[in-house]
């Protein structure tokens, strides 16, 4: 690679980082389409790889289905998964910018889904972002663990215990992937049990341990009180309007 587009790589970054700092996500956004177009996707995809994670992230969730994002399009399934993991800093109380962005990538057309979740699950923290991408979705969830079909009708049985959900970890499919080939929490939940069954347990662990916590009132760390807080709305995030990440300070002032 040439000195030249060392340093124009260099000055985007700087440039992409201080946009995303302002708040300016679109403007950001646009600058690295920007690359792509004049320098083709493999440049975009080397400066990608020398963003900050949280900067992808600021980036990705603010998906917009209106359009195709080249960052979604290009992202890998490392790179992904580092910004992923990162996402729960932004108190996003209904999860909605969390599961948008996850179905943009991980089931855009030339992907392969169990790479990217393979890639999640490899990482700390990993089980619990993927955990908040189906919290809105637990009792389904249980249901399919326990039916392994998503009838709503199944929401309401009794709920397998941790010994039987970790015993029930290799059963076969009682549905097609086709039939709920949805790109959305079904195939992702099909995805998990069945492609990689050991992260599917171990995320409907997190998932009701979360939902114990919040049963308790979620005294433990620094979790806010989700349904107190109706303060804080997804809307003022769309589109770079507002990207309030917690600060370090944050999670300092817990300890």
Known sequence: MSNDSNNTHLALITKTTSLIAAGDIV?????????ADTDGDGALMVVLDQLAPKDILAVMREYDDSKASVVNLLVTPEQFAR?????????????THLRNMVNAVVFRDDADPV???????????????????FAEKWSR?????????????EDYGVTLTDDELLASGYVQPRVDQD?????????????LRYECRDLFIEMLLVLRAKARAFDLGLEEGD?????DDGKFETSETDRGKATPAARASDEESAI
């Open 83 to 95: 910004a992923m993991v990162l996402e729960k800093q932004y108190k996003d109380l209904t999860h």
């Open 223 to 227: 979790e806010p009180a989700d349904e």
């Open 141 to 153: 969830i249980e249901a399919f663990a326990r039916t392994g079909t998503f009838d709503a009708v």
């Open 27 to 35: 403007g950001a956004e646009s600058a690295l389409a920007e690359l």
């Open 179 to 191: 039939e709920v080939a949805d790109r959305d929490w079904m195939q992702m939940a099909w995805l």
């Open 115 to 133: 790479e990217f979740l393979t890639a999640i699950g490899d990482l700390e923290g990993g089980a619990e972002a993927l955990a908040n991408y």
